[in-house]
């Protein structure tokens, strides 16, 4: 059984209250146990996902309206080509970004009720990551 000091359990609170972009600068599991980043709120936040973009195979951004605005609460689905959800997230954006092993993938991506569908082909390791974009404008 493992046990948390109190000391340590005071550092991680103070890790936490210190470091509230976490989610932004690791990152974590998700279905698959695909390594993944989400966020992008502001312009340090969105900064640190770029740098860390080349990081991972495919870079999601999310918006809307005419002047392309950020949104979140996306809910994102990432497919293999048999139809097995191989990543989702239920509240991405605006910035997603999922390392993905080589292969076709069709992303949906559904924002106010409105579904979005593009597929795209991930390379190996050494090849440039693929940028995607979601918009929805005039739906």
């Known amino acids: 059984m493992n046990r948390f000091t ?10 936490c209250a210190v470091s509230p972009l976490a989610t932004a600068q690791a ?10 980043v989400n966020g992008g709120f502001g312009y340090d936040e969105a900064d640190r996902i770029r740098q860390d973009a080349p990081n991972y195979s495919l870079r999601l951004q ?32 605006p910035m ?21 569908t593009q597929e795209v082909q991930v390379g190996g390791p050494g090849r440039a990551g693929k940028d995607l974009a979601f918009s929805w404008q005039g739906d």
């Open 6 to 15: 109190g000391s340590a359990l005071a550092g991680l609170g103070l890790l």
């Open 27 to 36: 990152p974590a599991a998700a279905a698959g146990g695909m390594a993944y």
């Open 62 to 93: 999310f918006a809307e309206g005419a002047k392309g605005e950020f949104v979140a609460d996306v809910n994102l689905v990432i497919d293999d080509t048999n139809g097995r959800t191989v990543f989702a997230l239920p509240s991405a954006g």
């Open 96 to 116: 997603t970004d999922v390392m993905l092993p080589p292969g076709t993938y069709r992303i949906n991506a559904s924002y106010a009720g409105r579904t979005k």
